[in-house]
């Protein structure tokens, strides 16, 4: 009997110390089973489809009326996870990594401006035969999701504005003014430097597994030449929607973060202005992506919200 225990021992510590190794010896293939075991966590299946030159990777489960998420500038589909996990009982929801970004299609050679990253995401929606929907973005994904909006109104039952670009804010954050002065602090540096990034997002920063924050890395400075593409493409329409706000017939949710070191919390009155059928919504205590930072407090709000619309 001894020595069976001494064996069960012995297996336990053998299972214990491969799993430390793997987690820090291995860790994208960590960072991978993580993120495959959030998303299934929240109900949410992977796939892809082809539009045009681009294969499009998203995230999708739900039933019910649909809601479409976009994410931001150098980020991707799966920092919706936290939030969405109280969104798919009652809805259908799609998050695709918008082209150029996370897992789609990368094309050196091919144009990431918002005309055209607007058609591609037509084109997507068509493709899921998507009729009527929600839709709902952070930072350069507002800005998506408004000039959606304006260009397809029949289709847009609502609009969700996360701490959105697309007006100029009355109070320049720093970034904007390093991004104006042709220096980008949005791009990770070196590895060195990823606190100073993790720390522009966040109030409180979330903690952060070593394999995700590995993993975070590698992708920053993998993709940094086609970041950096992306921004001067899309820099010239940065500003495009302010003007168009008053073409938005859908109602729309304004929320935001209160200190936000990326766009200014001051952008909030420019798109009050700007939207005659609007709500506001600003959290405490909160930076840049409230989504991750706050996922439950602003899945709250964004339901209150869309339930509003629904009825």
Request: aromatic share 10%; charged share 25%; glycine share 6%.
């Amino acid at each position: 009997m001894k020595k069976i225990l001494m064996t069960i021992l012995a297996l336990i510590v053998a299972a214990v110390f491969v799993a430390v190794v793997v987690y820090y010896v291995f860790p994208e293939k960590t960072a991978a089973f993580i993120i495959d075991k959030a998303r299934s966590g929240a109900g949410f299946t992977k796939k892809q489809i082809t539009i045009d030159d681009h294969d499009i990777v998203y995230l999708e489960g739900g039933k019910g009326p649909t809601v479409l998420l976009l994410h931001g500038y150098t980020a991707e589909k799966d920092n919706w996870l936290g939030f969405v996990a109280y969104l798919n009982k009652n809805y259908h929801v799609v998050i695709p990594d918008i082209p150029g970004y996370g897992e789609s299609t990368k094309l050196m050679d091919a144009s990431y401006d918002l005309n055209t990253q607007i058609d591609r995401l037509n084109k997507f929606v068509h493709a899921l035969n998507l009729e009527e929907f929600h839709i709902a973005g952070s930072s350069m994904g507002g800005l998506f999701s408004g000039t959606y909006a304006v260009r397809y109104p029949n289709e847009v039952l609502s609009v969700g504005l996360f701490n959105a670009a697309g007006v100029a804010s009355p109070q320049k954050s720093e970034v904007m003014k390093k991004i104006e002065a042709g220096v980008n602090p949005l791009v990770l540096q070196d590895e060195k430097d990823f606190l100073r990034i993790y720390r522009m997002l966040f109030v409180n920063p979330p903690p952060l597994p070593y394999p995700l924050k590995k993993a975070f890395i590698k992708t920053a400075l993998d993709n940094r030449k086609f970041y950096e593409k992306a921004l001067r493409e899309i820099g010239p329409d940065f500003l495009s929607l302010e003007k168009q706000l008053p073409r938005i017939k859908a109602p729309v949710l304004i929320l935001w973060g209160d200190q936000d070191k990326i766009i200014d919390v001051s952008s909030v009155a420019v798109f009050e202005k700007g939207i005659k059928n609007h709500q506001t919504v600003i959290i405490k205590d909160c930076g840049h992506v409230p989504m991750i930072e706050k996922p439950r407090q602003t899945a709250a709000h964004y339901l209150d919200f869309i339930k509003g619309v629904n009825n």
